[in-house]
């Protein structure tokens, strides 16, 4: 017999949801920076346009990687996988190969781009549900926390991508603080995964990784306050481009009065 609502949630599911809105706003907006860069190299006019099928790309492979949530939690080799490319993504990260020097143009016409960036949108996907997955131990009557934090994602990265954009240009450090939790998200995964696959390896303990969790948030943020910069010109116009390209999505088409 299913449990309402009300008795499956506790208030340790609160910090979880608390914490997947702070980690999907920060890796909405660095996604939505790196969607930026990779259309740079188009000309003015299609730059917006690829970027917004980028953006929808990105609403659209999130809603089906909700759909998929329920398998991953019921095969620990995908979780196996799932914590591995975590925590490469974030090594990749902190070797320079995902910063914005190292995104490079990806096609020359507008198509090849576009192609592109919906690729790279599938592993955005992959990163919020993984995520979401990690905070409720492979409880699948918790399910509901995953699918609120993707939605979050998906709210996020509609609304309010161009303001995380100039928040990470203006404190770039919290882009290396969201990889860096990432990381450790990948790690309680593939505790998850052991665990899944043999009781003879533990849980990792729910105090060690929300300690380690919220030690990587906050003293993050204080670094990030401290070498807070004035972003440039290039940064400037990336958030630009993000916010012009989700006001796209609201403009209505001109009709001709006779």
Not at 217 to 227: F, K, M, S
Request: proline fraction near 3%; hydrophobic fraction near 55%; aromatic fraction near 10%.
């Amino acid at each position: 017999m299913e449990l309402p609502f009300h008795q499956l949630a506790e208030s340790k599911d609160v910090a979880s949801v608390i914490a997947l809105v702070v980690l999907e706003g920060l890796l909405s907006g660095d996604n939505a920076l790196v969607l930026a860069i990779m259309v740079r190299h188009l000309p003015k006019d299609q730059q917006k346009k690829a970027l917004l099928y980028g953006l929808g790309g990105a609403f659209f492979f999130r809603l089906i990687a909700i759909l998929f949530a329920t398998v991953i939690l019921k095969q620990w080799w995908l979780q196996a996988i799932g914590a591995a490319y975590l925590i490469l993504i974030s090594v990749k990260h902190f070797v320079g190969a995902a910063s914005e020097k190292e995104v490079k143009p990806v096609g020359k016409g507008f198509w090849p781009t576009v192609i592109a960036v919906e690729l790279t949108d599938i592993a955005f996907a992959v990163d919020s549900v993984l995520a979401g997955i990690t905070f409720i131990n492979n409880d699948g009557k918790k399910i509901w926390v995953v699918l609120f934090g993707a939605i979050i994602g998906i709210v996020l990265l509609r609304f309010a991508a161009g303001a995380f954009v100039r928040i990470l240009d203006r404190y770039p450090v919290l882009d290396h603080v969201a990889y860096a939790l990432v990381a450790w998200v990948g790690v309680k995964l593939a505790f998850l995964a052991g665990n899944a696959y043999t009781s003879s390896i533990p849980h990792m303990s729910q105090p060690v990784f929300w300690v380690v969790l919220v030690s990587i948030a906050v003293g993050g943020t204080l670094i990030a306050r401290r070498y807070a910069e004035e972003p440039t010109q290039e940064e400037q116009d990336s958030a630009d481009l993000v916010e012009d390209a989700q006001d796209m999505e609201f403009e209505q088409p001109k009709i001709d009065t006779v």
